[in-house]
C-alpha cells in the first residue's frame, strides 16, 4: 500500500464525514477522479466506512454517505430528532417519520427511479398521509387516542387526524407548527431542508443529489418491509399491531437522510 493512496483514501472519507460533498463538478474533483480511477483508494475508501459502519452511495458522479444500523456515534437517537425537529414527545416524532416515508413516495410512485416527482408541496403530502393514514383507522370506532399504543400505526394515524388543516394564524402564510396538519408538514420540511435533502422555492420542494442518492439506493430495501407491516396490520382487523420495527427502521432513515451533521 502507497502511503499516498492511503493518505488520499483517508482524505476522501474525512471530507464524506464531515458532511461534504466529493463530486467531479465540486470543491473535491481531484479526489473524485483520483476515488474513481485509483483501486486501491476506492478500496480503502469502502473498507474504513464499513469498518465505522456507514454506507457510501454514488449519485451522479459523487459521492454520499449515511450511518449503517444502530450507529450511535453518527446516527440521531430519538432525542436529539425531537429537540432539532421542535417536537415534544415520541408519538409525534413516529408521526414525522410516518411524513418523511409519505413525501418519499410523493417523489417516487414505484420503485422505477425513472418515475420521478419534479417537486412536492405540502399540500400534496398532506393529501398523501390523508390516504395512508385513513386505510388504518376506521372513524367509526370511535377510538379514544389515549387508550392506543404509542408507537403503533393506529397512534400514528389517529394524532395525524386529530389535527386540522390550517389554523386561523396560517392563514396569512405557511407556518412549521405542531398544531396543523400544514405546520407539521412544513416542519418536517425544514428539517429536511436543514440536512440538505431538499430546496424550497415558491413553497415548492425539490430534492437535491443528496436526497436521491441516499433514496435511491437505500431505502427501497424497506419500503417492502414497511408494506409488510401495513398489510399485516390490516389483515388483524384492527388489533393492536406494535411498529416498534416500522419506527425503528424509519429512524435509520432519518439518521441516513441527516447527512451526518449532529
Avoid: C
Avoid at 414525522?96 to 420503485?111: C, G, H, K, L, P
Wanted: glycine fraction near 4%.
Amino acid at each position: 500500500m502507497e502511503n499516498r493512496n492511503l493518505d488520499r483514501a483517508l482524505d476522501i472519507v474525512s471530507r464524506l464525514i464531515m458532511g461534504e460533498t466529493v463530486s467531479e463538478k465540486g470543491n473535491y474533483a481531484a479526489l473524485s477522479q483520483e476515488y474513481n480511477t485509483n483501486a486501491e483508494i476506492y478500496d480503502i475508501v469502502h473498507m474504513s466506512l464499513k469498518k465505522m459502519n456507514l454506507n457510501v452511495y454514488e449519485y451522479n458522479n459523487g459521492l454520499y454517505i449515511s450511518p449503517g444500523d444502530n450507529n450511535q456515534v453518527f446516527g440521531y437517537t430519538n432525542e436529539e430528532l425531537r429537540k432539532d425537529m421542535g417536537i415534544k414527545v415520541n408519538k409525534e416524532l413516529y408521526l414525522a417519520y410516518f411524513i418523511i416515508y409519505n413525501t418519499i413516495t410523493e417523489f417516487y410512485s414505484d420503485t422505477v427511479s425513472s418515475t420521478f416527482a419534479e417537486f412536492v408541496r405540502v399540500e400534496d403530502v398532506i393529501a398523501n398521509v390523508d390516504k395512508t393514514s385513513g386505510t388504518i383507522i376506521d372513524k367509526k370506532l370511535g377510538l379514544v387516542i389515549d387508550e392506543v399504543e404509542e408507537n403503533s400505526f393506529r397512534q400514528i394515524a389517529l394524532s395525524w387526524d386529530e389535527l386540522p388543516v390550517t389554523t386561523v394564524e396560517e392563514q396569512s402564510g405557511l407556518r412549521a407548527a405542531r398544531n396543523s396538519k400544514s405546520g407539521f408538514v412544513k416542519m418536517v420540511f425544514n428539517f429536511l431542508v436543514s440536512q440538505e435533502l431538499l430546496v424550497e422555492s415558491q413553497e415548492r420542494f425539490y430534492p437535491t443529489d443528496r436526497f436521491r442518492a441516499l433514496i435511491e439506493n437505500y431505502f427501497d430495501d424497506y419500503k417492502g418491509r414497511f408494506a409488510e407491516l401495513l398489510a399485516s396490520y390490516k389483515s388483524e382487523n384492527g388489533e393492536n399491531n406494535k411498529v416498534a420495527d416500522y419506527t425503528q427502521k424509519s429512524e435509520e432513515q432519518v439518521s441516513d437522510t441527516q447527512g451526518l451533521q449532529n
